[in-house]
């Protein structure tokens, strides 16, 4: 109980402080200190979350038990955190991606008015603390808090602008998508209760890694890690529940990059990393989940290639990442997974900064089609999107280099397919970033006069983030050379070893041949080279046309029309139905026996009326028939 | 105390005499402030007896007193797990609710107020009485005030509505009553301590004891059934609820939704389980169908209601069903879930009633429709109602979360098929309550909300109370949990 | 003498009477017809208790014979009651509505 990190408490209350000074006093605040209030509060996380990593850097991991949350016959539920290898990493990209996105939004939220400030910060402060819960949980349910608290917490960002229906609409999809998702989740976690009596990770780990103790059958582990990878699909995007994160483009444009860079989406591969012994036990799960990321991966790239709102593309580009590390998951690359989330963090936050910065340079304008040669009004913006590309396309020796070379070389020691549709969508992903950075800062400027006078580069609390992050994206992924190119050089692997020791152990080890592996780094670095150089080529040199796009353009531009295929199958369905239940079903049918009683009973008593006559004959006549009838019965029958 | 006086008797008597009081008062004024009074006296009451748990204090928990020995029932009440948790909810809810309906001048106040407490009264005296015949006569005690309450205090068409409930719960109480004389019939004989003796006994100890054939027993579980079901209401039997909320003021309202249908639970808890374990086993799929059914049901239903009122009417059927389900696996998680969650559901109710009646009174419509735009006007309400909802859909560290997790868990161990069917309706409350937070607060602002006002004062107190009470069981309810831990496990060890 | 021919008579009058209240309308016809049946009624009891006495009576006690024929003096005394009631009722009758038709009776019913 002595262990230093007991005060891992202090790391998600700071946010949760934040939020209730924030939250409550968002009529009193100035601009200013609500500002400074919700940034330093995550600073304060992030400090913490240094010394954190610092802690277990040397060898000291801890669960910290705090008190019982649900503790019932043989289940006890404790509030307890877990700090250890893969959690402290998470909780460095959590706080310090997300103490970068708090500085920026004091200058990109400026013009909202102090009321909405405040809120703002509220709910972005709220948004770190659901995140951190979720990742420092030590059991199950303690992450399944954090878990539905972003999904809450996203669906009021997104629904930020409250009054535009639309994006109400998509905050109210986000939510209900993830609730979609974490119906598997919670029913993976009873399955959990049910066989084993508990949701601690260590207890579950523990019995589940020793053959002597498992109690679960292999179809228990494929039905518990197939419900939880529902819940993933949900909370990460991936296909069938991918389609809320386009939409979520709706909140301000540094909730996007909080949603898709630091947290809420990345919860999804956390879980599994988390869980990644009952992963590997459960083979067949593992193959639907390699095979769904890289159906995802590819799906969203497509959809990417056509979109022509800026944070659209990013959308769907991160919903092909997340596709990347499901695959990564998928085919076992826990580390390559856990690497590459921390490297999406890094560029992706700054692609979506860096959007957020043109976007605001140009008054508001998302669309693509109406920009162009920004590179000569914002230089920084320019220069650190540029390297933002860079990274996501692969480009080495930038950080997504790593990262998903990795996955891939995984990806082909398991299926060489696997790796070929890899690579075919790492070339897209570099068409359509080199698409995005060429139609918005090459060529000519296509927007409105006012527009190009009003353009100018962002504040310091704008570029600064950008270039902290500008920095990251390069030098992040340094910490994961394989062992080709440096030996001893993965240090994230040696360091995430203790969290992936016992799937390790069942795996067998593939070795590959470095001869190998610099073919399959030498095509997917060539194909997106040559993606990229094309894309460059093409889209510096982009007119504005009115042309009517047609064939697969339009399919794809029309995001191959999954939305109005949910709506034709699922939402309109269930409103049906309800309809139907509602009108023939309750007013009907139920409420229509129920009154029919009622008449019955009243139209029988009016009947019998007749009877009371008031005629003495008629009464006796009756008493006479009586009196033969009981005679007849009584002697003949 | 304990010698002259016990908890559950000051809970019974002090609403009574302060109902009967109130029938006698001149002004309205005093009707209201007498009443008000009352149920925060029975409160600090209701809150004491939560600390005196216990062997130590058996005697100030319980007593017996012999009135009708020669037919072999006493005045036995006493406070369990199960009836303490209740009885405070009951003694909770009164203040609050008058506390929110504090500025509705109601016709004829001082019949009003008297009428809510003697329901208050009838109440406590379900939830402590351990003799079947006070149980029945506590039961129809309850209920008769409330019909005059809808009656007379009603909408529009109160007539026809509170006739179909008197109809309804009239039905079902006669059933009971069938069934509590058959089972009496079986009872085996007592001495008394004064020398009666008698052949048959109505105590609960007697109820438990009786030998039935298992015919007898399943023909019985279905009298008593139909009666609690359709207090609850467990879907088919649920038709009187959404007209019966939407037709009575809201006062009413709250003590129907937020304590009343705790009634059936009740009594499935302390009487139907209990007393015929066999059958409750032998008839769990088939209750356990309904209450899954009435959750989907309702959840569809509730998604295209327009009437704001109904709408939380049928969440409330969708609730309800849950805990019925998880409460018929009968097993020590569900049992608990269902303790924790009715204690959570009438807190949570009472606030989504108090909001709805807030925007109700201001701008007289209760379509949903109609409204939009209230976050402008009124952004406290706003945030107050979203947390509420929140809450009423679960959400973790919110009071619901805990007890729907234990009942899911409770029920998944039952089936896994019905947990994930009932599952489905977790999410169709996320739909029909984000679409009712959309149009209703969200969105520019229209002509029929622009006369609303933020709350006021005491409208705020009381919805901050209920806030507070949301969060913390969401993040700490293992108090309520220990304080309900001996009546879940004598239950469970009832049906085993 | 055969008892079967007490019955036949007994029956006859008794069905005479059922006819006679059903199908007149005349209140003290009607009347006539009740007691008619309850004679008839009489008739049959004495005759039973006549059969039962030859069999039954002498081996229990001499003074046993004929005590069942009481009860037609019973009857007797209810029926001369009944009737002066009966007979006041129709009096009062005839002098409100001027008539002893039975179907006028129906106005109490308004």
Redesign the interface.
Known sequence: MNNVLQIVWLIPVLPLIGFLINGAGRNVLSKGISGFIGSAVVLGSFLLSVFVFMQVKSGNTHVAHYFNFINVDMLKIGFDFKIDQLSSLFLLIITGVGFLIHVYSTSYMHEEPSKDFAKYFAYLNLFVFSMLLLVMGANYVIMFIGWEGVGLCSYLLIGYWFKNNDYTNAAKKAFIMNRIGDLGFLLAVFWLIAKLGTVDYQSVFDVVANPKTNPLTAFDITGITLLLFVGATGKSAQIPLYTWLPDAMAGPTPVSALIHAATMVTAGIYMIARSNILYTMAPHTQHVVAVIGLATGVLAATIALKQNDIKKVLAYSTVSQLGYMFLGLGVGAYTGAVFHVMTHAFFKALLFLGAGSVIHAMGGEQDMRNMGGLNKHMRTTHMTFLLGCLAIAGMPPFSGFFSKDEILASAYAKNPVLWGIGVITAMMTAFYMFRLYAMTFKGQFRGTHEQEHHLHESPAAITIPLIVLAILAVAGGWVGIPEVFMHGGHKLEAFLEPVFASSNAITAKHEMSHSTEYMLMGVSVAGALVALLYALNVFSKYQKSEKESTGISKILENKWYVDELYNAIIVNPIKAISAFLNNIVERKLIDGLVNGTGKVVNYGSRQLRWLQ?????AY??LM?IGILLLFIIQLFL | MGKFITFPELLIWLPLLGGILSFFAKKGQSAKSLALFVSLLVLAVSAASLFYTGDKFASWNAVNYYYRNNIGSTFFVKLDGTGRILTFLTALAFPIILTATYRNNYKNPASFYGLMLLAQAGLMGVFCSMDALLFYFFWELALIPVYFLCSQWGGEKRIQVTFKFFVYTFVGSLLMLTGIIYVYLHTAGRVFEDGTIVSHSFSISAFQQVHLGVKEQGWLFWLFFVAFAVKMPVFPFHTWQPDAYDQSPTAVTMVLSGIMVKMGLFGVIRWLIPVFPQASIQYSHIVMILAVTGIIYASCLAIVQDNIKKLVAYSSIAHIGLMCAALFAMNPIGTQGVMLQMFNHGINIIGMWIVVDLLEQQTGVKEISKLSGVAHKAPVLTILLVIIALANIALPLTNAFTGEFMMFSGLYMFSGWYAAIAGIGIILAAVYTLNMIQKVFYGNSNSIVDSLKDISLNEKLILAVIVCIIFFVGVYPQPVIDLTKNAVSVLTAAVK | MDIKAYIALSLTLFTLG?IG??VR?NAIIIFMCIELMLNAVNLLLVAFSKMHEASTAAKLSPTFAGDAQILVFFIMVVAAAEVSVGLAIIVMLYRNTHSVD??F??R??N
């Open positions: 006559s008031g005629q003495v004959g006796v006549l006479v | 059922i209240v059903l309308r039975v179907n009776l129906n109490l019913k």
